[in-house]
């Protein structure tokens, strides 16, 4: 168990709507990184929070938003669904100040039809 | 585009068999993690190995980093059949990129009893 909860845990939608994924880091952990994981692929840095601000984005269009609360837990929507949004999409939970590695929810699989 | 790659793409040995897989990157480190991931669910953080590090242990695992090749290896031995899984190989690059992880494709293992 490293702490870090997702939900919903599986998620089926229709091409074009939006869907909001959340992630609660690890207590003490202040930096949530989102990924996502094709099938048979490794995952792919979508962005990170540190300190409720957008830290770092990889190569993702802008229909994939996030946000960390107060608490440091996070959420990440995206709009406008594309049947190639179908994934698992992983969140990851670090201190930044303690320098620590980064340890990963159990997934969301989204799927779109 | 993927920072690391590793080697075999697969690889299916006997329980008590050692299993070793390699990765490869491109560019400067901060540090580099391995993971192991069961059947498409969340990322198990196995170990963390700083660039300024050569080579670690925990339990029957062995990391390697050579730097000079911009490679690591990892290494379980005595394998058992619950090391079945996917391994992947990730960086954590100099250039402000803390924590932003970059995964090559990964390792499936296989370990038959």
């Known amino acids: 168990e490293t702490g870090v909860t997702q939900s919903p845990t599986h998620l089926i939608k229709t091409r074009g709507q939006q869907v909001t994924l959340r992630c609660s880091s690890q207590?003490?952990?202040?930096?949530v990184s989102w990924y996502q994981q094709a099938l048979g692929q490794g995952p792919q840095f979508i962005f990170q929070?540190?300190?409720?601000?957008?830290?770092g984005r990889g190569n993702f269009p802008p229909r994939f938003s996030g946000l960390q609360f107060p608490n440091y837990s996070s959420e990440l929507n995206v709009n406008a669904l594309e049947l190639d949004d179908s994934a698992l999409y992983l969140c990851?939970?670090?201190?930044?100040?303690?320098?620590?590695?980064?340890?990963f929810g159990q997934g969301t699989r989204l799927t779109v039809v | 585009s993927q920072q690391g790659e590793e080697d075999p793409q697969a690889l299916s040995i006997q329980e008590g068999e050692n299993a070793t897989m390699n990765c490869s990157y491109k560019?400067?480190?901060?540090?580099l993690q391995w993971y192991r991931q069961n059947s498409g669910r969340g990322l198990v953080h196995l170990i963390l190995?700083?660039?300024?590090?050569r080579e670690k242990h925990s339990g029957r695992l062995r990391v390697t980093l050579d730097t000079s090749k911009k490679s690591s290896s990892l290494l379980i031995t005595a394998s058992r059949a619950a090391d079945t899984a996917s391994y992947f190989c990730?960086?954590?690059?100099?250039?402000?990129?803390?924590?932003?992880?970059?995964f090559g494709a990964g390792t499936q293992v296989v370990v038959t009893p």
């Open positions: 929070y540190y300190r409720e601000e957008e830290n």
């Open positions: 190995i700083r660039s300024n590090e």
């Open positions: 560019t400067s480190i901060n540090n």
């Open positions: 990730a960086t954590d690059a100099t250039t402000d990129s803390w924590g932003k992880l970059q």
């Open positions: 990851a939970s670090s201190s930044r100040t303690a320098n620590t590695e980064a340890f």
């Open positions: 207590s003490g952990h202040n930096t």
